[in-house]
């Protein structure tokens, strides 16, 4: 009898230490449901703010896309205006050398004719007087300043050839050097610089 009490006893402490047991792992199971809810708003928070983020970061690249478009095209612009202008200048350059040459020449030319003139106007007296050696002096440097003028002449005409030319290699390094495009790129904030 003694001893069957004792195993009662005993179950008795087994069922209770069993029954703190479970007490101990519900509590346990309802810290960590808890926990678990607490992480998954976490999660829902950051998954939120990275969406916001990634919104962001798009916004400011396409603004900053857009910004670099229109100054490329400022540029563009800018560079066409003044291509145009130094253009125009060069041109208007180039006519007022070469009109200023042209005029030169009519003048020296004019000069030529009318010493021509007045030398076949004097050999035409000489013939038909007799001749005198002041009027032979005379005829001598009518016929130098003559030859004169014309190497004169010459001479400006192979200078106008040469700046012809000059000005043509002129205006290709010209267009070379002002016909190039601007690089621009456009940047990437989501890129890492290496």
């Known amino acids: ?23 101990s792992r519900n509590n346990r199971i309802t810290d960590l449901d808890h926990e678990i809810h607490s992480l998954n708003e ?8 990275l969406e916001l983020k990634g919104k962001e970061v798009l916004r400011v690249r396409s603004e900053a896309n857009q910004q670099i478009r ?17 253009s125009v200048v060069h041109h208007r350059e180039t006519h007022i050398m070469l009109a200023d040459f042209n005029k030169a020449q009519e003048v020296l030319r004019d000069k030529i004719s009318a010493l021509q ?7 035409e007296k000489l013939r038909n007087r007799e001749s005198r050696p002041e009027d032979l002096h005379v005829i001598a440097e009518l016929r130098e300043m003559v030859s004169e003028r014309e190497a004169l002449v010459k001479k400006l005409v192979d200078d106008k050839k040469f700046y ?4 043509v290699n002129r ?15 456009v940047i990437n904030p989501l890129i890492k610089p290496s």
């Not at 009490?5 to 179950?11: A, G, I, S």
């Not at 205006?171 to 790129?185: L, M, Y």
């Open 42 to 49: 976490t999660i829902d928070t950051l998954t939120r703010e």
């Open 117 to 123: 003139i007045l030398l076949e106007g004097t050999e």
């Open 164 to 167: 012809q030319l000059e000005l």
């Open 70 to 86: 229109a100054h490329e095209q400022d540029l563009s612009k800018r560079h066409e205006r003044d291509l145009g202008e130094l």
């Open 171 to 185: 205006e290709t390094g010209f267009s070379k050097v002002f016909n190039s495009s601007a690089n621009v790129g």
């Open 1 to 23: 009898m003694e001893h069957r009490h004792k195993q009662e006893q005993e179950l008795l402490a087994r069922i209770s230490d069993l029954q703190a047991e479970v007490c």
